[in-house]
Nanobody, 120 residues
Framework: QVQLVESGGGLVQAGGSLRLSCAVS????????MGWYRQAPGKGRELVAR???????IYPDSVKGRFTISRDNTKNSVYLQMNSLKSEDTAVYYC??????????????WGPGTQVSVSS
C-alpha cells in the first residue's frame, strides 16, 4: 500500500543537530497528516512532532523550541530538524503518515525507523 523510508539518523554530540527525512510512496490520493514518533529502550512510543493538512503543528514540551517539523507536499515528504540535541533524545525515530489511497481506502503507515544517538 504505502511505503515510508526514514533517513538522516546518526550519532552526534550533545548540542549538535540532525535533520531527518521521510519519503512516502504508494498509490496515494491524499495525505491528511504526517508525524514523527520515537521509542527509547524500555520506553513506549512517544510523539515527537505532528503536522496536519491545515498546517497546524504539535510538539510535546520535551522537544518544543528545539525540533521543527516541515513537509513538502509535492514530494510527499516530511522532515524533522533537530537542534540542541540532548542525550535524552536518543531513540529510534519513526515516520508516520495517514490519509487515503487512490482506491479511497484509508491508510495509516509507519516507516522502519532510523536510529538517533546523542552522546553526552
Amino acid at each position: 500500500q504505502v511505503q515510508l523510508v526514514e533517513s538522516g539518523g546518526g550519532l552526534v554530540q550533545a548540542g549538535g543537530s540532525l535533520r531527518l527525512s521521510c519519503a512516502v510512496s504508494g498509490s496515494i490520493f491524499t495525505i491528511n497528516a504526517m508525524g514523527w514518533y520515537r521509542q527509547a529502550p524500555g520506553k513506549g512510543r512517544e510523539l515527537v512532532a505532528r503536522i496536519i493538512s491545515g498546517g497546524t503543528t504539535i510538539y510535546p514540551d520535551s522537544v518544543k523550541g528545539r525540533f521543527t517539523i516541515s513537509r513538502d507536499n509535492t514530494k510527499n515528504s516530511v522532515y524533522l530538524q533537530m537542534n540542541s540535541l540532548k542525550s535524552e533524545d536518543t531513540a529510534v525515530y519513526y515516520c508516520n503518515a495517514e490519509g487515503q489511497l487512490l482506491n479511497l481506502r484509508p491508510f495509516n503507515s509507519w516507516g522502519p525507523g532510523t536510529q538517533v544517538s546523542v552522546s553526552s
